[in-house]
């Protein structure tokens, strides 16, 4: 059974999400929000505890999603569907592209309107992208089609895994750094 409610005792207000887990995360949401999951019977001074040795590391999270807010705010209606018809032409090319390269055949390609990831690689090896991802820089772009294509390969995230990647794309490193929101200066 899942219990959720609002605190403010902490370095910045939160939901604290209880539930049948054994460890307590935290997540800043999109939204901003700062969502705490514990476990059911965890006493609230430890949360609190948790929280405050955290607090540094959640203000870094919040001052990040504020700025990926402003910098990438939700397109309205129009914004969307041209993003989903670039997606849909640019996409299935690059994929093209870079599998020939690497030497691996995806089974399909869908464009998704996923929030929390701008690709994935089934067990059947479809791949899929979201809309979203065509915010970014051709550069970034083609670091997530590669990394899904890798997935082809290695169904994990190992050195090998990143090996290939590094192979097909020496600077990922580089190209995955354009996904994060320009520091105010």
């Keep these: 059974m899942r219990s959720f409610k609002k605190y403010s005792d902490g370095p910045v207000p939160y939901v604290l999400i209880r539930s049948a887990r054994r460890t307590v995360s935290i997540e800043v949401s999109s939204a901003c929000e700062i969502l705490v999951r514990a476990p059911?019977?965890?006493?609230?001074?430890?949360?609190?505890?948790?929280?405050?040795?955290?607090?540094?590391?959640?203000?870094?999270?919040?001052?990040?999603?504020?700025?990926?807010?402003?910098?990438?705010?939700?397109?309205?209606?129009?914004?969307?569907?041209?993003?989903?018809?670039?997606?849909?032409?640019?996409?299935?090319e690059r994929v093209a592209w870079y599998a020939a390269k690497m030497g691996v055949s995806?089974?399909?390609?869908?464009?998704?309107?996923?929030?929390?990831?701008?690709?994935?690689?089934?067990?059947?090896?479809?791949?899929c992208f979201a809309w979203r991802l065509m915010r970014y820089p051709d550069a970034a772009i083609d670091s997530v089609v590669v990394h899904e294509l890798a997935h082809i390969v290695y169904k994990n995230h190992s050195k090998d895994f990143y090996r290939l990647i590094e192979q097909v794309l020496p600077d990922y490193q580089e190209r995955i750094k354009l996904f994060e929101p320009t520091q105010e200066r």
């Design 40 to 92: 059911q019977n965890l006493p609230h001074a430890v949360i609190r505890e948790f929280l405050s040795q955290h607090e540094c590391w959640i203000m870094e999270k919040l001052a990040r999603q504020r700025r990926m807010a402003e910098q990438f705010p939700e397109p309205d209606e129009q914004e969307i569907e041209i993003l989903k018809a670039r997606a849909k032409s640019y996409l299935p």
């Design 106 to 127: 995806p089974a399909w390609i869908k464009i998704t309107s996923a929030r929390k990831r701008f690709g994935s690689c089934g067990p059947e090896n479809g791949l």
